[in-house]
């Protein structure tokens, strides 16, 4: 008998791999603010266990049941068992609303934990990030904080319907946008009716509710003072069911392992947040901190990408060479390499910035980087993507989900418009904000033309902002942060060939400007497997 299936000039799994010893930007970045050791997390977000469960949580999305086989009114979504160990280990490893109840390095030490464990399985993020989001917004009410985030921070998941007092840990989700007004928040029509005994009562839908199934949502509604901000549990006190209808589970482009669903407020009780009137304020300090995590995703998901392409290329053969070996596959790969290290390192440096409490520099550099890394993503990953070839395209290869989730975190928490004129807002309202980025891009000031040039290009578009312009304010003051960063921490070939490539020739495909050093480039970033 002949064998015809004798298998060659394929590279072997990329599974048992540490994502952090082949990531030198953040690797620098836990040296440079003393974050700590995070091999043992990075080195299960590389096993083959880890990486079968994010598979299979993709592959088995989750199931709403609204009754019971009797006709009771149940509202339950139903996961796969790889979902429920995925959000255990990041609850176990703190990775949700831990740092609010920890010591220094709490935030920095999360966000690191994130990027590596969000390149397991991208969905089961959404839950882990709300919880952690939730917490600023809940300190507006002391009372409920004291009672909540205890649990929201406690090391157990703890996943069922049952009374808030009965529960060992407690997250967190948001129901914010209706379909009439989506970001336009303002234009929610759900009321809110106060009641007797201090709570109300919520009436309305809500066009997109994070995670369902979670403990508590933050909401938006309209009491009697205005839009307000309450936080409505999922099981009441004495055990029966909020009155929350989920109506159907959203049909997503990705994110398929975790739930977003429609629901209706029929009569549900919701405790007031912070003052009737001011909830666009309190929702506020949530949305903050989801757009870093959004950061912090987008970065993850381009850094898996990388790995993924660095990794085919070492093994794979055409006309007679290694991928690796030709010119401009290094290239192409090199250039992947300094959009996720130039991303990586600016998440890092904003998430030091919420450790410090830089309040004014996140102002304008957060929204300006939640829109230039989260639109990069796509681009990025299309390209890795193409540099498997037609194995890149088959859903086996994995690159297909990652290029189905790469423009989620663009359109969460504020989509491309509506992120770049929230940065003219700042602008505007709080001039010390310009004050902290401009300091912060000065440290590098002199260390390189591309720079010089931009810096005072943005400078000159800072002092003239206008609506038309918004995005491509907010795209150069993402490229001159990074460079920046680049600049001062990063190796000299590494900043340098990146503002060669960002400042000085714009506007191009990825591997189409000569890279000085483009194989070392690539050797930094490769997995070795």
């Given amino acids: 008998m002949h064998s015809t299936h004798q298998v060659t000039n394929q590279p072997p799994p990329l599974s048992g791999f540490d994502p952090l010893a082949c990531d030198p930007a953040l690797g620098a970045a836990l040296t440079r603010y003393a974050v700590g050791d995070l091999t043992a997390l990075a080195k299960e977000a590389g096993s083959e266990e880890a990486r079968e469960h994010g598979r299979l949580a993709n592959e088995n999305p989750p199931q709403l049941r609204t009754h019971d086989r009797y006709g009771h009114r149940v509202d339950e979504v139903e996961f796969h ?38 390149q397991v399985e991208a969905g089961h993020g959404c839950p882990i990030s709300m919880t952690y989001s939730a917490v600023p917004a809940l300190r507006y009410q002391p009372e409920l904080a004291a009672e909540l985030v205890p649990k929201l921070a406690a090391p157990h998941y703890d996943h069922g319907l049952r009374p808030i007092a009965e529960k060992a840990g407690l997250l967190a989700g948001m129901s914010m946008t209706e379909k009439q007004g989506g970001s336009d928040v303002r234009a929610n029509t759900t009321t809110a009716e106060p009641l ?13 509710t994070s995670a369902p199934m979670n403990d508590v949502f933050l909401t938006l509604a309209q009491a009697p003072g ?74 993850a998901n381009v850094r898996l990408a990388l790995s993924e392409a660095a990794h085919h290329v070492q093994h794979r053969s ?65 390209e890795a993507l193409e540099c498997l070839g037609g194995n890149g395209y088959v859903e086996e290869s994995g690159m297909p989900r990652l290029y189905r ?13 509506v992120t770049a004129l929230d940065l003219l807002r700042a602008l505007a309202k709080q001039p010390a904000a310009r004050d ?21 290009r943005l400078r000159a578009e800072l002092d003239d902002p206008s609506p038309g312009k918004a995005r491509a304010l907010a795209e150069l003051l993402a490229l001159t942060l990074q460079s920046a960063l680049l600049l001062r921490h990063a190796p000299s070939h590494v900043a ?30 490769a997995p070795n497997r």
């Fill in 226 to 299: 205005g839009l307000s901000c309450f936080l409505v549990p999922r099981v009441l006190p004495d055990g029966s069911r909020n009155e929350i209808r989920v109506q159907r589970l959203k049909d997503k482009l990705g994110n398929k392992s975790n739930a977003s669903a429609e629901i209706e407020y029929t009569g549900a009780i919701g405790h007031l947040i912070g003052e009737e009137g001011r909830g666009v304020r309190c929702i506020i300090e949530m949305v903050s901190m989801t757009r870093l995590d959004c950061v912090l995703g987008s970065a």
């Fill in 81 to 118: 068992p790889s979902w429920h160990w995925l959000m255990s280990r990041a609850v176990e490893h703190g990775l949700h609303a831990a740092p609010w109840t920890s010591g220094p390095g709490a935030h920095l030490r999360r966000a690191a934990g994130f990027y590596l464990w969000s």
């Fill in 318 to 382: 055409a006309f007679g060479e290694r991928l690796v070996d030709l010119p401009l596959m290094q290239n192409v790969l090199a250039d992947l390499a300094l959009e996720s290290e130039a991303a990586t390192t600016l998440a890092m440096r904003l998430a030091a910035a919420v450790e410090q409490g830089e309040h004014d520099l996140l102002r304008l550099a957060l929204p300006a980087t939640k829109y230039y890394v989260c639109k990069r993503a796509p681009a990025v990953v299309a």
């Fill in 196 to 208: 007797a005994d201090g709570t109300y009562r919520l009436v309305g839908h809500k066009w997109f």
């Fill in 436 to 456: 902290a980025v401009e300091a912060e891009l000065d440290a590098a000031s002199g260390a390189d033309r591309h720079f010089d040039d931009a810096l005072r």
């Fill in 496 to 525: 340098e060939a990146f503002t060669a490539t960002r400042l000085g020739a714009a506007g191009r495909t990825f591997g189409s400007t000569p890279i000085a050093g483009a194989r070392t480039l690539l050797e930094r970033v």
């Fill in 405 to 417: 989730e790469a423009p989620l975190m663009s359109i969460w928490e504020g989509s491309g418009n």
